[in-house]
């Protein structure tokens, strides 16, 4: 036996247990947040294209400066705090929400490292940067519903969590990340090394707002089994709607606006 190719091979299957795992700790902040940041002529084009749009910024405790887009509607109407996905750049709804003529106002909520907010994305900051949305959103708006797209599922149930929501639409939403992890890279210690959990099903059996829980059938990103288990927890009112398609597909079907249309309008 080669006993040096022996000892190579070991110290090679050692490097490889150790520094696989490391580099998904180090490198899981940008594998999970896929920050989508504007230049400031960038933001200003987009404002200056959408001059009914309110460009609002606020100060989060830490003091980042956060910014979200303030779609108006009628008075009376509710108010939707639009949660992206993790590489979204929320501004494209700017041109698409009033070709929907969705009866409600909106809010579309830039996370730290996204569009025009500053600072660096975690669940911790994102947590506290929709608590901060929400009080901003109880002064323009007595009914506030929560809206959340794939990672911000987990966000608008964390929202819903710890204030009182007329309900919440939740597309191609997760138990946990965790869970979704372990699906994608079942040879690591996922458990260990994830800081950003987003624990959605611990969370869902004290919420009672309505749901409406969209997924994809041939969702490639969050398999509906783990859209379903948080589905199954859920304490409130709820439908279950599966489109076909893909993971980011939803909104291309005939079904998907119209049912948000009507979730929102219901009381």
């Known amino acids: 036996m080669d006993w040096s190719l022996l000892g190579a091979l070991l110290k090679l299957v050692a490097a490889l247990a150790i520094g696989v795992p490391l580099a998904a700790y180090l490198l899981q902040d940008k594998l999970i947040f896929l920050t989508r940041p504007l230049s400031e002529g960038e933001h200003r084009a987009i404002a200056a ?15 980042t400066r956060v910014h979200a887009w303030h779609v108006k509607a009628a008075d009376q109407s509710p108010l939707v705090l639009y949660f ?3 590489a979204e750049e929320v501004s494209w709804l700017l041109d698409e929400l009033p070709r929907r003529k969705l009866d ?3 809010l579309l909520i830039d996370y730290r ?3 025009a907010s500053g600072g660096a994305p975690s669940e911790r900051a994102l947590k506290a940067d929709a608590l901060l949305w929400h009080d901003y959103g109880t002064k323009v708006s007595a009914q506030i519903f929560a809206f959340g797209r794939s990672l911000g599922s987990g966000v608008a149930v964390q929202l819903a969590a710890e204030r009182a929501l007329a309900g919440l639409v939740l597309v191609a939403p997760f138990d946990s990340l965790e869970a979704v992890a372990r699906h994608h890279y079942p040879y690591l210690p996922v458990k260990l090394l994830l800081k950003h959990r987003f624990d959605s099903a611990a969370l869902a059996p004290r919420i009672t707002a309505r749901l409406l829980c969209i ?5 490639e ?3 509906s089994a783990n859209a379903k288990r948080l589905f199954d927890a859920w304490a409130g009112a709820k439908r ?3 489109l076909p398609g893909g993971h980011n597909e939803t909104d291309n ?10 979730f929102l309008a219901a009381r």
């Open 240 to 242: 279950w709607l599966a």
């Open 49 to 63: 294209r959408h001059r009914d749009v309110a460009d609002v910024f606020l100060q989060a405790a830490d003091g």
């Open 221 to 223: 990103v969050v398999p």
């Open 113 to 115: 490292g996204y569009g």
């Open 104 to 106: 409600a106002a909106w």
């Open 84 to 86: 992206g996905g993790n």
């Open 253 to 262: 079907q005939a079904d998907y606006w119209p049912a948000v249309q009507a």
């Open 215 to 219: 997924v994809a059938t041939r969702d």
